[in-house]
């Protein structure tokens, strides 16, 4: 029996433990002899935006720790790098404590800055795709989601991450483009997963997120560690382990593809035979209509941005990062003009003071 997927229980962050729970997958998994001695290997953390560990908004710092400890014995030189969705990069580093693991273990520090476009006519949507070009400069990559719920998309696991590889405001032009269609949004991601590739996936799952996520959300003990060098498969049996209610979007179009083999997925570990208990509270966003009047429901009835006024310091980070150009700022007051909003929850996502909840209301 082949097995897929590595699942292990870990209830605290402390990095010897982790890592010797990464050895024990990447050796389950045939995987020890994928990074080697000299190879310049990229870690992909979450970094959405500047928020402390204990939100679990971005990848733990001990798991950052421990995989660079692993990597080490390898003999690799390490590398880290991501394009938050709000804030610098360094910013993001200090505040989730990444900063001060990269100096401990001499790991350099990568800006998504310069770019690189890709023409590739066998992409799902993304015929040319613009990532950073940091994405093709390195031997490895080696993909460390955080497991979060999804306004948008169901859930953020490890497919969802690589969207950090789309430099800076073009992820909000992929928003604009998408709009309500979660579906093309997810083939895009998919599209960048097959420009990407990472040699394997490690998600951190030890504190997750549910609810309002992938920023607002309450944390949740889920006690997970997960690996696969296949990151599709890891996030749909990840979903599966979470009991999340159905099918997300990325993980139906990976079906759709052929890629995920149901009868055939195998996971081992110390969590493969278990399950969260109670499941995953997904995000309010997140549900779908599948009955007929479908688009007339969403245009109507669709979940959508409110601004919880007590809470809005009127910084205008949502107003600069909406795709559609939906928000401004009147006579001290965010309005939506919801018209033109595309229920992409980007400003629910990046509000540093959580002032945008997503609740029901009539609109177009």
Same mark, same amino acid.
């Given at each position: 029996?082949?097995?897929?997927?590595? %699942?292990?229980? !870990?209830?605290?962050?402390?990095?010897?433990?982790?890592?010797?729970? %990464?050895?024990? $997958?990447?050796?389950?998994?045939?995987?020890?002899?994928?990074?080697?001695?000299?190879?310049?290997?990229?870690?992909?953390?979450?970094?959405?935006?500047?928020?402390?560990?204990?939100?679990?908004?971005? /990848?733990?710092?001990?798991?950052?720790?421990?995989?660079?400890?692993?990597?080490?014995?390898?003999?690799?030189?390490?590398?880290?790098?991501?394009?938050?969705?709000?804030?610098?990069?360094?910013? !993001?580093?200090?505040?989730?404590?990444?900063?001060?693991?990269?100096?401990?273990?001499?790991?350099?520090?990568?800006?998504?800055?310069?770019?690189?476009?890709?023409?590739?006519?066998?992409?799902?949507?993304?015929?040319?795709? /613009?990532?950073?070009?940091?994405?093709?400069?390195?031997?490895?990559?080696?993909?460390?989601?955080?497991?979060? /719920?999804?306004?948008?998309?169901?859930?953020?696991?490890?497919?969802?991450?690589?969207?950090?590889?789309?430099?800076?405001?073009?992820?909000?032009?992929?928003?604009?483009?998408?709009?309500?269609?979660?579906?093309?949004?997810?083939?895009?991601?998919?599209?960048?997963?097959?420009?990407?590739?990472?040699?394997?996936?490690?998600?951190?799952?030890?504190?997750?997120?549910?609810?309002?996520?992938?920023?607002?959300?309450?944390?949740?003990?889920?006690?997970?560690?997960? %690996?696969?060098?296949?990151?599709?498969?890891?996030?749909?049996?990840?979903?599966?382990?979470?009991?999340?209610?159905?099918? /997300?979007?990325?993980?139906?179009?990976?079906?759709?593809?052929?890629?995920?083999?149901?009868?055939?997925?195998?996971?081992?570990?110390?969590?493969?035979?278990?399950?969260?208990?109670?499941?995953?509270?997904?995000?309010?966003?997140?549900?779908?209509?599948?009955?007929? $009047?479908?688009?007339?429901?969403?245009?109507?009835?669709?979940?959508?941005?409110?601004?919880?006024?007590?809470?809005?310091?009127? !910084?205008?980070? !949502?107003?600069?990062?909406?795709?559609?150009?939906?928000?401004?700022?009147?006579?001290?007051?965010?309005?939506?003009?919801?018209?033109?909003?595309?229920?992409?929850?980007?400003?629910?996502?990046?509000?540093?003071?959580?002032?945008?909840?997503?609740?029901?209301?009539?609109?177009?």
């Amino acid at each position: 029996m082949q097995e897929h997927a590595y %699942l292990a229980l !870990c209830s605290e962050y402390k990095a010897k433990t982790i890592a010797d729970s %990464l050895r024990q $997958g990447l050796s389950a998994l045939n995987l020890e002899g994928a990074v080697k001695r000299g190879d310049r290997v990229l870690l992909k953390p979450n970094l959405v935006m500047a928020k402390t560990p204990e939100l679990a908004v971005t /990848t733990h710092p001990e798991v950052v720790r421990a995989v660079a400890m692993v990597l080490n014995d390898c003999g690799a030189k390490l590398y880290l790098g991501d394009s938050p969705g709000f804030g610098s990069l360094e910013r !993001c580093l200090e505040k989730s404590g990444l900063m001060a693991v990269m100096r401990d273990l001499d790991i350099t520090m990568v800006p998504f800055i310069e770019e690189a476009v890709i023409l590739e006519s066998e992409n799902l949507v993304a015929k040319k795709l /613009t990532l950073a070009a940091a994405a093709f400069d390195y031997d490895k990559i080696i993909n460390l989601p955080k497991l979060k /719920t999804h306004s948008m998309m169901g859930t953020s696991l490890a497919v969802k991450n690589l969207f950090g590889f789309i430099p800076g405001l073009r992820k909000a032009k992929w928003h604009l483009r998408a709009g309500h269609d979660r579906h093309l949004f997810a083939r895009v991601m998919l599209d960048i997963y097959r420009q990407t590739v990472p040699t394997w996936n490690f998600l951190d799952g030890i504190v997750g997120m549910e609810g309002e996520g992938p920023t607002g959300g309450t944390p949740r003990d889920c006690c997970l560690l997960a %690996l696969s060098a296949d990151a599709p498969l890891l996030d749909y049996l990840v979903e599966k382990w979470i009991g999340y209610p159905e099918l /997300t979007p990325l993980s139906q179009e990976a079906h759709n593809l052929g890629w995920l083999p149901e009868e055939n997925l195998y996971a081992c570990g110390s969590a493969a035979l278990k399950q969260l208990s109670p499941a995953i509270k997904p995000a309010k966003g997140a549900n779908q209509a599948t009955f007929p $009047g479908q688009r007339l429901w969403r245009r109507i009835f669709i979940r959508r941005p409110v601004i919880t006024r007590s809470r809005c310091h009127r !910084c205008k980070v !949502c107003v600069e990062h909406c795709p559609a150009h939906a928000m401004k700022l009147v006579d001290g007051k965010i309005v939506i003009d919801y018209k033109r909003c595309i229920r992409c929850y980007c400003c629910q996502e990046l509000c540093p003071y959580g002032a945008v909840r997503v609740g029901y209301g009539v609109g177009r």
